[in-house]
């Protein structure tokens, strides 16, 4: 069993835990995930690892509350446990050797992002660091983000907190200002990506996309995370979560995303339902 050391709600969906898991945190890298279950009869979820910590042997998620098993793992409180919490898995996000980079993260793929630059600032590389939001409302790790870079920019849709707009501006205006970074990396959700790399190929700058978000089962089993790139049949969990974001076939991995979504909401709904029960 694996307990909850700390929970913080980041916002109204948004949640922070951190997970006592000694040895899942000897190894973890930014970009991995684990594979957890809230209970004995449980589903199994991939989230990805938010930071660690190896001397307090601790891995720290952050989860969105959208599904049923959300909606379960978040009625769990410190001193709680959870029946599995499997790991690390996936590819690590590569940064050896880079100098300077812009990384750009959406909403909860903030939480996937913020690893990837406090491993790029602890490695001495320059880090621009875009964030988008909804609104004011759904702004996390404004203070980890500001302490890991060199350049901040904070945008909202409604212009409620930063600047109004949408992350592809900022890095646009980034680079049309003569920024000149070796990588940018994306992560969010695939809309978001797709437009990110429209704007990096114009300038020709090398950009990896996370495939996080269409992650089921974590194995390859399912067949879920299917993707196309650079015109072969690659898995996210298994053959990623990143990729080469000029090779991705976007429009297919956003139809692939959205098969589940009448489904999840079913789901959520029902274990809300359950939890009104017994409250």
Sequence with gaps: MYKIRKK????????????????????AQPG????????????????????????????????QIVGATTE???HLNEGDSLQDFVGPLGTPTHTDGLKKVAVVGGGVGCAI?????????????????????RNEDLVILEDEF???????VLMTDDGSKGEK??????LRKLIE??????????????????????VTKEFNIPTIV????????????????????GGQTKFACVDGPDFDGFEVDFDEAMARGAMYRDFERQAHEEACNLFKGVE
């Excluded at 913080?8 to 190894?27: F, G, H, R, S």
């Excluded at 707009?165 to 900022?170: E, F, I, K, R, S």
């Excluded at 970074?181 to 990110?196: A, E, Q």
């Design 210 to 229: 996370s495939m996080n978000p269409i992650m089921i089962d974590g194995t390859g089993m399912c067949g879920g995370c299917r993707l196309t790139v």
């Design 165 to 170: 707009g949408l992350v592809t501006d900022a």
């Design 113 to 133: 992002a913020y690893p990837v630059a406090k491993k790029l600032h602890e490695q001495g590389a320059e880090v621009h660091s875009i964030v988008g939001f």
């Design 146 to 152: 500001k302490a890991v870079s060199d350049c901040y």
């Design 8 to 27: 913080q709600p980041l916002n109204p969906t948004v949640t922070l835990m951190e997970i006592d898991a000694p040895l899942v945190a000897k190894k």
């Design 32 to 63: 991995q995930f684990i594979i957890l279950r809230v209970d004995s009869e449980g589903e199994r979820i991939p989230l990805t690892v938010a930071d660690f910590d190896r001397e307090k042997g601790t891995v720290t998620i952050i989860f």
């Design 177 to 198: 200002g003569s920024e000149k970074y070796d990588k940018v990396i994306t992560i969010g959700p695939l809309i978001m990506m797709k437009f990110v790399t429209q």
């Design 72 to 74: 379960k793992l978040n």
